[in-house]
């Protein structure tokens, strides 16, 4: 194996441990906790470990959360009510909306009620237009921790050949927004793409974001090529990620793991949104 790994794990400890200082710093500053609202509807099972997850990251790191598990049958406007009501509420500064929602309740209206001041998870339009428009704003979770990810390398960005494969709106298409910005030249690839091989053997920085298990081969990577692996695919229990790790790591000069790459940095940089938020409400 060349290629060196980043430590998802590692990483997602240092960015905690900042996080946790400022959070402590808003503490004393302000008197109270930053405080994140979690909404899960329904008993999804996966969903419910992720909630799980968030919560216990928000205890380790002097973040309040506030839990509202709803059942499956929970009418729209119920949802939107305590939307409202979390709004206005001073003790919260990020909601999250954990999907996805039952098939009765409408994801984009839901979506559409929670404060763009509040959108712990960026997926918000005006967050996605703040992006695009090179304003601040909160931005998704992960694509902030891709980046994150990226830049501990060391390797310069600029004028680098970004490759991204999948342009889903909270993965694909703001990470390659985040690297334009970073001054990549940036393709973006998805199921359409003619032997998107073409494009991605040419990849400095090639981040894969399809959800398919080993979609990426170590013949399709340029040498030396910094990888960054998104996907989680669950396979009879066990997570894969879209990069074939055994034959990449042969080519490519650094590679995330998965699991241990993309999902810690995730759930780091929703921590960091949300103190980001508060501080913002505050000014
Ligand atoms: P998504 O909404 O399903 O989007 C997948 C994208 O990949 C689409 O743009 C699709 O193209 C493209 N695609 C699918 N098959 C392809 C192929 N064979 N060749 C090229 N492109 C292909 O998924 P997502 O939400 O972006 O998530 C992607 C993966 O990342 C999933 O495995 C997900 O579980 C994982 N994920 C991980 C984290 C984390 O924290 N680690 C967070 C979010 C997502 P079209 O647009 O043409 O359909």
């Given at each position: 194996m060349k290629a060196q790994i980043i430590d998802g794990v590692a990483l997602a400890a240092k960015v905690k441990a900042q996080v946790k200082k400022d959070a402590e710093n808003f503490l004393h500053q302000f008197g109270r906790k930053t405080g994140l609202a979690v909404i899960l509807v329904g008993d999804n099972a996966a969903s419910q470990i992720y909630v799980r997850n968030k919560i216990r990251a928000c205890e380790e790191n002097s973040i309040q959360s506030f839990h509202f598990c709803l059942p499956e049958n929970t009418p729209e406007q119920q949802l939107i009510e305590l939307i409202i009501r979390l709004n206005s509420d001073?003790?919260?500064d990020g909601i999250l909306m954990q999907?996805?929602?039952?098939?009765?309740?409408?994801q984009a209206k839901i979506l559409s009620y929670i404060s763009p001041q509040k959108d712990a998870d960026g997926f918000l339009a005006v967050n996605a237009g703040n992006l695009m428009l090179g304003y601040p704003g909160l931005n998704a979770c992960t694509p902030c921790g891709i980046i994150e990810m990226i830049k501990s390398t060391g390797q310069?960005?600029?004028?680098k050949q970004a490759v991204v494969i999948g342009r889903s709106n909270i993965v694909g298409k703001p990470t390659a927004l985040m690297l334009l910005d970073l001054n990549a030249t940036v393709t973006m690839c998805h199921s359409?793409?003619?032997?998107?091989a073409n494009f991605s053997r040419h990849a400095d920085i090639l981040v894969v974001?399809?959800?398919?298990?080993?979609?990426?081969?170590?013949?399709?990577v340029k040498a030396g090529a910094i990888v960054i692996d998104v996907g989680m695919n669950r396979v009879d229990g066990k997570l894969y990620g879209d990069v074939d790790f055994d034959s990449v790591a042969d080519v490519a000069g650094y590679i995330t793991p998965v699991?241990?790459?993309v999902g810690p940095m995730t759930v780091a940089m929703l921590l960091k949104n949300i103190v980001t938020a508060a501080t913002a409400l505050k000014l």
């Open positions: 001073p003790n919260v999907l996805p929602l039952p098939a009765h309740i409408s310069a960005v600029d004028g359409r793409t003619h032997n998107f974001a399809a959800g398919r298990k080993g979609l990426v081969t170590g013949d399709m699991p241990g790459g």
